[in-house]
């Protein structure tokens, strides 16, 4: 998406109701996605001197911000959409005839329907994919209709997402975003960040189920430069892929699409150690490197959902650390520990707690760290206290850069204790990877 100019004035224009012919034909948008869905390929509607053929919808879509460029998107009904479908057209803005809400009516005829970046659109047969309707063309396929609706969000879980809801204004309730992007002192933007190239890509975490999903925004959006707003509450958003098809993203058309009022976080019960802390040195470190072995070192490395996915050592240039990811792991349910071995902090004050994570391929925040006063080797029998141990968000698409967590105030711990990494995931939506190396905890 990217549009460099937007401010345009709105023209005054009549529109009066779009006159057929008698055989003319008007199909669902669901039988439109049904000729694609078939045979999986694309399906080109061809003239019929006859007839014409249409399909209908209302625009959920606007480029008025600059979060969309020269497609529109368009959903059945106003209210409880069953379908939607993307409409690529060369022509920039689009909000000043299309605008949100407005009913229109798409010919059919010469179009194509396929599948792009995994999502089904309309637009010119281009080879084995599609391309944008010409500008020249535009007034003959997208016909406007006196109606303008009002747009009723409907309402979904993370966990509801499928095809069928793609291309469908949906609303998240009670979320918010990821502490580690919008509490401290450098709060994340939208999309102005030294690692945004084509999206800035931010993690919005649900506070019922603490599921995750992608926010997208264009790095040439007018609003890319706002900071993400702290508080919780609800979005409402266009339900779609990412460029490369791999996990749902959300596109909003603008940041008032946001309503973030309630300032009471939902983030865990943390660990609050008030006695000072820091200026020790390490007594306790593992950098992975000549490590023989979880079990060996006296790890615990436990997959407590069951399933395949479990941590390794992995190594890059020669540097070693531990590892984990659920991609292609065909686990719907990831949950794993990985536990240290018993460390005692009898002999020591003023402890605190760091470590470095490297986040790759970033598709939500899905580790944690604990610790536990009564750890006896199963993570499921033992009482485990979140740590305020702040994960770094990654590229969606790539390898991040090792970064440092903590230090967190470990002070008011006694005893043994024992530090637990919990990976919790499911492919494909949740399969973040990660690695974590350079732990260490230091005491006075």
Not at 317 to 344: C, H, K, M, R
């Amino acid at each position: 998406s990217c549009v460099e100019d937007d401010e345009y004035n709105l023209p005054n224009i009549t529109v009066n109701e779009v006159v057929f012919g008698d055989q003319d034909q008007i199909i669902d948008i669901d039988a439109v996605q049904g000729f694609f869905n078939q045979s999986g390929e694309p399906f080109t509607f061809e003239d019929n001197p006859n007839f014409d053929v249409y399909t209908s919808g209302y625009v959920i879509s606007s480029d008025e911000g600059g979060n969309f460029f020269e497609e529109l998107v368009i959903q059945d009904k106003a209210s409880n959409p069953t379908a939607g479908i993307v409409v690529q057209i060369d022509v920039n803005p689009l909000f000043t005839l299309y605008e949100f809400g407005r009913k229109v009516y798409v010919k059919l005829d010469g179009l194509t329907v396929a599948e792009d970046n995994g999502v089904i659109q309309l637009g010119k047969a281009a080879g084995n994919g599609i391309d944008k309707i010409a500008g020249s063309q535009r007034a003959e396929h997208i016909l406007l209709d006196p109606e303008v609706a009002t747009i009723v969000p409907l309402d979904v879980e993370i966990s509801d997402f499928s095809n069928d809801l793609e291309n469908l204004f949906i609303r998240l309730n009670d979320m918010q975003f990821n502490r580690g992007d919008v509490l401290g002192d450098n709060p994340l933007t939208f999309a102005a960040e030294d690692t945004d190239e084509f999206d800035g890509e931010r993690i919005v975490e649900s506070c019922t189920n603490q599921a995750t999903v992608i926010l997208s925004t264009s790095t040439f959006s007018d609003f890319k430069g706002l900071t993400l707003p702290a508080n919780r509450g609800s979005i409402s958003a266009i339900l779609t892929r990412d460029f490369f098809d791999d996990f749902y993203t959300i596109v909003v058309n603008s940041p008032e699409d946001i309503n973030f009022d309630n300032p009471d976080r939902c983030d865990p019960d943390f660990l609050e150690c008030t006695s000072a802390s820091g200026g020790g040195s390490a007594f306790y470190s593992e950098d992975f490197e000549d490590f023989s072995g979880y079990n060996a070192e006296g790890w615990t490395n436990v997959n407590i959902s069951g399933g395949n996915t479990e941590w390794i050592i992995g190594s890059f240039s020669g540097s070693s650390y531990a590892q984990i990811s659920g991609f292609n792991s065909g686990d719907d349910e990831i949950n794993v520990w990985l536990v240290t071995p018993t460390i005692n902090m009898d002999g020591t004050t003023a402890e605190e707690l760091s470590f470095d994570v490297q986040t790759n391929f970033d598709n939500g925040n899905i580790l944690s760290v604990f610790v536990s006063q009564d750890f006896a080797g199963d993570p499921t029998t033992a009482t485990w206290q979140a740590l305020d141990a702040t994960i770094p968000s990654g590229p969606s698409s790539g390898f991040g850069s090792f970064a440092p967590v903590g230090p967190v105030n470990l002070s008011c711990l006694d005893g043994d204790i024992h530090i637990g990494f919990f990976y919790e995931g499911s492919d494909p939506n949740a399969t973040t990877r990660y690695h974590v190396d350079n732990i260490e905890i230091t005491g006075n």
